[in-house]
Structures are given as structure tokens and as C-alpha cells.
């Protein structure tokens, strides 16, 4: 490979995600995926966390009994929302993650801003749901397109002002 590319901040950023992202993927689909705990910790701290607001808020929830497979909540008068794997913000994480280890910066300033970011970005998806349940239960035709579109643009554009805000901090350290 010629010098010229791997000396180059873009290219080298590039190269750098890719690895991350292969080795994301390998781990994920060959390792945690499979095991499926992870995935069930995060779904059921999604859904404890959504009741709660929504509790709060005054609304009766649906009583599901406790089970891994259910991966249920929702508010009385309404079917109810089903929160997968895909929906549960681990691959957000990644993304995340490796984008603000593979832009330049100082290992110190990424220490605590890719935990906080993480944290962020799953109080994001605490909100999605919430918002998503109600929407179920006030809006249930305009569920999926709110689920699709939405909120998904939603959950993106907060990490690419995260991502944003780590360029803007690393550049002036």
C-alpha cells in the first residue's frame, strides 16, 4: 500500500473504522448475539425504563408476566410493543464507539466521553419506546411509520450530533 494512503487522517480513520466494524460484527454475530444475555439485559432495562416514564406519566400498563421471550410492554387499551434485538440500541453502541475511537483524539477526553455517549444514546431509546407506546396507543396507524421513520431519524441524528460534538472536542485538544 502505498505511504501516501496511510499517512493520510482520512484514510487512516477509514481503515480504522472498517477493522472496528469487522471486528463488531464478528464479536456480535458469532458470540453475544448467540449467548442472547446481553441483548435480554438491555431489552429489559429498555422496557423497566419506559414502564417507569410511562407510570409516572399516569398511564395503566398492560401486566405481562415476566418471561425472556415476551419482551413486552405497553399501555392498557392498546396491543402492546414487542422490543427486539435489532431495537435495542447494542449496534448504536458499536457505531458510536468505534467512530470516536478511530477519530483521532486523546484516549483521556474518549475515556469518559464514550460513556457518557452510551448512556446518552440509551436514554435516547428509553424515550423512543415511551414515545412509541403512546403513539400506539393515541396514533396505532401512523405505529410503523413512526417506528421506521421517526424515530429512527431521531435516534441517528442524536448520535451524528454526538459524533459532531466529539470532532468539535477533539479538535480543540
Known sequence: MHKSVIKNPVSLFFFKAIGLYIVWYLLYDLWI????????????????????ILKLLGYQLIDYPYSAAIRSMGIDGAHGLWVGDACNGLTLFALFTGFIIAFPGPV???????????????????????????????????LDFNHTYTFTFLVYGWVFLLWLGWVRLAGKV
Open 33 to 52: 448475539h448467540p449467548a442472547g444475555k446481553l441483548d435480554l439485559l438491555v431489552i429489559d432495562n429498555l422496557i423497566y425504563a419506559s414502564s417507569g
Open 108 to 142: 483521556k477526553s474518549k475515556l469518559w466521553f464514550i460513556p457518557l455517549g452510551l448512556l446518552s444514546i440509551h436514554l435516547i431509546n428509553i424515550l423512543r419506546i415511551t414515545g412509541l407506546a403512546v403513539t400506539q396507543l393515541y396514533f396505532p396507524d401512523s
